[in-house]
């Protein structure tokens, strides 16, 4: 059973996720709160995958993050927003966050998302991630370079790469291309290093910057998961 969190200051997307959410068999809502109180919760309920809201009136987003990024067993964490171009999304990125999801995400979708973040997948919306790098030129022109990295992996760790943005976990790469766990995960650090980033996500967004991926086929779910 996923332990699911969620972190809103309106109650009626508390309650709305919620009630998404907890309709999957494998995924229970352990707490919803606002932000104030974001981190105390955490640490009473110890979700595995918390939904936090980048902007919140009480208590900025990013610093939700940084607490929870520094607690003991940290959770994975997802950022919300109402924007595809929210401008403390790359912030949140770099920060540790595991991904974003617009609020007005498809509700069948949702559960599915959260599943991937569980897995240590990754989640950004194809629509949201153009147009939130689209709207920093600045950062985009700074990592150029590293989005040129993408070109020293050899062509079995292009096609890792392709499928660790695609929201995969290690096994379910492994299962797609006939590879162990294990060696998937030797890959993923190799990648990484090359690449000079420090998470998944960050390496999903140089692919994407480097034209490796197709948007049209990005977090669309297979018959049967």
Same mark, same amino acid.
């Given at each position: ?40 919760? +955490?640490?009473? =309920?110890? /979700?595995? #995958?918390?939904? $936090?809201?980048?902007?919140?009136? !009480?208590?900025?987003? @990013? &610093?939700? *993050?940084?607490?929870?990024? +520094?607690?003991? =067993?940290? /959770?994975? #964490?997802?950022? $919300?927003?109402?924007?595809?171009? !929210?401008?403390?999304? @790359? &912030?949140? *990125?770099?920060?540790?966050? +595991? ?127």
């Amino acid at each position: 059973m996923i332990r699911a969190m969620v972190v809103d200051d309106e109650a009626l997307v508390r309650s709305g996720f919620r009630l998404i959410l907890n309709a999957a068999d494998d995924i229970e809502v352990v707490a919803t709160t606002a932000g104030a109180e974001a981190v105390d919760v +955490a640490r009473r =309920e110890t /979700p595995d #995958v918390v939904l $936090l809201d980048i902007r919140m009136p !009480d208590v900025d987003g @990013l &610093t939700v *993050l940084g607490r929870l990024r +520094a607690l003991p =067993e940290p /959770p994975v #964490v997802a950022m $919300l927003t109402t924007f595809d171009a !929210d401008e403390y999304v @790359l &912030t949140a *990125l770099r920060s540790g966050a +595991a991904g974003f999801l617009l609020k007005d995400t498809e509700p069948d979708q949702l559960a599915q998302l959260v599943r991937t973040l569980a897995v240590g997948g990754v989640v950004m919306s194809p629509k949201a991630s153009r147009a939130v790098w689209q709207s920093h030129p600045g950062a985009a022109a700074a990592d150029q370079g590293e989005a040129g990295r993408v070109g020293r992996l050899s062509d079995r760790e292009s096609e890792v790469l392709v499928l660790v943005a695609q929201g995969l976990s290690n096994g379910e790469i492994g299962g797609r291309i006939h590879l162990s766990a294990g060696t998937v995960k030797d890959h993923v650090s190799a990648i990484l290093a090359k690449l000079r980033v420090t998470s998944r996500l960050q390496a999903a967004l140089l692919a994407q910057r480097a034209g490796l991926l197709d948007d049209d086929t990005r977090h669309r779910p297979e018959p049967g998961r």
